[in-house]
């Protein structure tokens, strides 16, 4: 990917969740200034900026710089499902909702 797709991604992942940028800047704890001036400018991103928003996304850099969903074709349509609700929650919804499946994996391994 070449530094000048970075800002497309970012639009893109933002549109797929329909999220404003404002949201993305929530998400990611990113002071407003350094964001817009990084999307206005199409400077070459530093990585700890991309890292952030990345971590906005729940994503992970891999995913981030990924030309395809071809590492997830070995996904059920259930797996994607989760994966696709998981990421539109709020870092404290996905906490809850992460701690909830743990604590179900751990009744079904006494069971």
């Known amino acids: 990917m070449r530094y000048d797709q970075i800002y497309d991604r970012i639009n893109s992942l ?8 404002y949201k993305l800047i929530h998400e990611s704890g990113i002071p407003q200034s350094s964001f817009y001036n990084m999307m206005d400018r199409h400077s070459i ?5 991309i890292q952030r928003i990345c971590d906005g996304f729940n994503i ?16 059920s349509k259930d797996d994607l499902l989760f994966l696709h609700i998981s990421r ?3 870092a404290n919804s996905r906490d809850r909702a992460l701690s ?4 179900l994996q751990d009744m079904q391994q006494n069971e």
């Open 14 to 21: 933002c549109e797929e969740r329909g999220w404003s940028q």
């Open 45 to 49: 991103p530093q990585l700890d900026m």
């Open 60 to 75: 992970t850099l891999a995913e981030f710089f990924a030309d395809n969903d071809a590492e997830y074709e070995e996904l």
């Open 88 to 90: 539109n929650l709020n």
């Open 100 to 103: 909830y499946m743990q604590a």
